[in-house]
């Protein structure tokens, strides 16, 4: 079965860059997502974008993250870009056709 491993998670400041990766152990045939979850609050979908490349974006990071995948490479990427404090939260990949979560990695926005 298809396993999911997030990475590129870490402390940026206001107005910052990061890069998270969810490498799959297999093939990623369907559509993935980024999620996002601060302490207290409910997940919320960030971003996803199907087997073909058509994405879809939560209102908040319009125009600031970018979602992508290299299918060859069974990856999908977030750029986060102009990184904002309430971006602070653990992300996770996901696969919903087959339930699946990554383990989650920490992004910290601070001055």
């Known amino acids: 079965q298809v396993q999911l491993v997030e990475s590129g998670g870490g402390l940026a400041q206001p107005g910052g860059s990061l890069r998270l990766s969810c490498a799959a152990s297999?093939?990623?045939?369907?559509?993935m997502g980024w999620y996002r979850q601060a302490p207290g609050k409910q997940r919320e979908l960030v971003a996803d974008?199907?087997?073909?490349?058509?994405?879809n974006y939560a209102d908040f990071v319009k125009g600031r993250f970018t979602i992508s995948r290299d299918n060859a490479k069974n990856t999908v990427y977030l750029q986060m870009n102009s990184l904002r404090p309430e971006d602070t939260a653990v992300y996770y990949c996901r696969c919903a056709v087959l339930g699946l979560w990554g383990q989650g990695t920490q992004v910290t926005v601070s001055p």
């Open positions: 974008i199907t087997r073909g490349g058509s994405t």
């Open positions: 297999g093939n990623i045939l369907f559509v």
